[in-house]
């Protein structure tokens, strides 16, 4: 149970373009989920947290208006890098909370997507 | 940020146990400690998780001692298979960080 699935695994696309990311939870509901960016041989970095029904709450640094991130259901987050440069491209992975762990909420494990590579060309 | 702080690289031959350690001097009082593993182009996976003395799952045990000031991840005899990093996450009294801040992680190279 728990999972968490991304789409596309991968994508490439030409600067100046939008892409989109979308990220589902397969078996159970997510009110929140998170997106992590993650650049070859560094850890992840938090970006934002996605809430369902209301605006994502963007890490320092984050720009908001490039990093569109839509929470329409509870299954589903997306996120849509916009106007993509070069220095877009990276690994974006995406991750929700297991929903039946013993602990509290805020600690329950995270379960993360197999993660979208980017490639801005 | 919540602040952790693992060996940045460890090796290992087959058949070994392999132990990692993780300091994380600001745990919040009420938070778990949490690993994970990741492997080259994949999300992070969840290992295991605890709050104090030990918990052991099939996959790997997990030791924190009385002050939960560290934590240190076991893994009985590894195998080429679980080369991979490992992340250990928590959330961090003094700066108010939760648990989902990664920090550098530690690399773990099983060699044959």
């Known amino acids: 149970g728990a999972v968490v699935s991304q789409h596309p695994s991968w994508v490439i696309c030409k600067s100046g373009t939008s892409v989109k990311i979308e990220c589902r939870s397969l078996?159970?509901?997510?009110?929140?989920m998170f997106w992590y960016r993650q650049f070859p041989k560094q850890s992840l970095m938090l970006m934002a947290t996605s809430n369902e029904g209301s605006k994502a709450t963007y890490e320092q640094g984050v720009e908001k208006d490039k990093f569109l991130i839509n929470h329409a259901s509870l299954t589903l987050s997306t996120l849509t890098v916009t106007s993509a440069h070069p220095e877009d491209s990276s690994f974006y992975i995406c991750?929700?909370?297991?929903?039946?762990?013993?602990?509290?909420?805020?600690?329950?494990?995270?379960?993360f997507g197999n993660g979208t590579r980017l490639t801005v060309t | 940020l919540a602040k952790t702080t693992q060996p940045i690289s460890m090796d290992s031959y087959e058949g070994q146990e392999v132990n990692i350690t993780c300091s994380h001097n600001n745990i919040a009082t009420n938070d778990y400690i949490t690993w994970y593993q990741q492997f080259p182009s994949q999300g992070p996976r969840f290992i295991i998780q605890g709050y104090k003395t030990k918990v052991t799952n099939e996959v790997a045990s997990l030791f924190i001692p009385a002050d939960r000031k560290s934590s240190t991840l076991s893994l009985p005899r590894v195998s080429l298979s679980d080369t991979a990093v490992y992340y250990c996450l928590v959330g961090d009294a003094q700066t108010g960080a939760n648990n989902l801040f990664f920090g550098t992680g530690t690399r773990l190279t099983v060699i044959p």
């Open positions: 078996d159970f509901q997510a009110t929140t």
């Open positions: 991750s929700a909370r297991d929903p039946i762990a013993p602990t509290s909420s805020y600690n329950s494990p995270l379960h």
